[in-house]
């Protein structure tokens, strides 16, 4: 059983802080992984991608990856209220015809 | 940016009866789109791979002929709930691929959410 992992949180941040979300997954395979936010009662909707080992910054957003370890990460500079919501980890499925395996998502709450 | 909508965005109906909803690409075409479903507090669960001019490929698990795929054309798929129960009231999203040089991505539409009484 192919399998991604995250906190459940809620990860609790003041405003302006960094906080930093963690995902690791199983399929060895994966090629992809993506980062997405869903706001309660709304569909996802993608942050960013990244496909090589290293960090891939967008903004105030860094995502980082580290295949030999399983590992993937989402880091968001100077949090505001409004990036209170579940993130998504999404990992491709090898040979899997651009499917995805989503994490349980990690719930960020940021407090002024 | 690739935006996918999706109708009726809610729909309340009564038990037996049969529910469509229809994912759009609107401004890509789209080769593949996924149905997924989400109940309260849980994460994303794909129901189905709809291909343009073929039959979708249903999850294990997934029941084929309760939940009826029809990808016609590279801008719209849909999913009918058929005999739709109160267990079947969840919250529906479709995405669509969007080609990529490295890597092919999914844009999810806004989701339909589904009660049956």
């Known amino acids: 059983q192919k399998e991604v992992e995250q906190n459940s949180g809620p990860l609790s941040v003041p405003e302006g802080a960094i906080a930093s979300l963690n995902c690791t997954y199983s399929?060895?395979?994966?090629?992809?992984f993506f980062w997405y936010r869903q706001y309660s009662g709304k569909s996802p909707e993608l942050i960013m991608f990244?496909?090589?080992?290293g960090d891939k910054e967008d903004g105030r957003f860094t995502a980082q990856l580290n295949k030999a370890s399983q590992y993937v990460s989402l880091l968001i500079r100077d949090s505001q209220p409004s990036d209170s919501a579940t993130y998504l980890c999404?990992?491709?499925?090898?040979?899997?015809?651009?499917?995805?395996?989503f994490g349980a998502g990690t719930r960020l709450a940021v407090h002024p | 940016g690739a935006v996918v909508s999706q109708h009726p965005s809610w729909v309340i109906c009564k038990s037996g009866t049969s529910v469509k909803i229809e994912c759009r690409s609107l401004?890509?075409?789209?080769?593949?789109m996924f149905w997924y479903r989400q109940f309260p507090k849980q994460s994303l669960m794909l129901m189905a791979t709809?291909?343009?001019?073929?039959?979708?490929?249903?999850e294990q698990g997934v029941e084929k002929d309760k939940f009826l795929i029809n990808h016609a054309s590279l801008t719209l798929s849909t999913l009918t709930v058929t005999s739709a129960h109160p267990e079947d009231s969840s919250f529906y999203i479709c995405?669509?691929?969007?080609?990529?040089?490295?890597?092919?991505?999914?844009?999810f539409g806004p989701g339909t959410r589904l009660t049956v009484l």
């Open positions: 995405s669509a691929i969007v080609a990529g040089v490295n890597v092919d991505t999914q844009y």
């Open positions: 399929d060895r395979g994966s090629q992809s």
């Open positions: 990244i496909y090589s080992n």
């Open positions: 999404a990992v491709s499925l090898s040979g899997g015809y651009n499917k995805l395996i």
């Open positions: 401004d890509f075409q789209a080769t593949t």
């Open positions: 709809s291909n343009e001019g073929s039959k979708a490929t249903y």
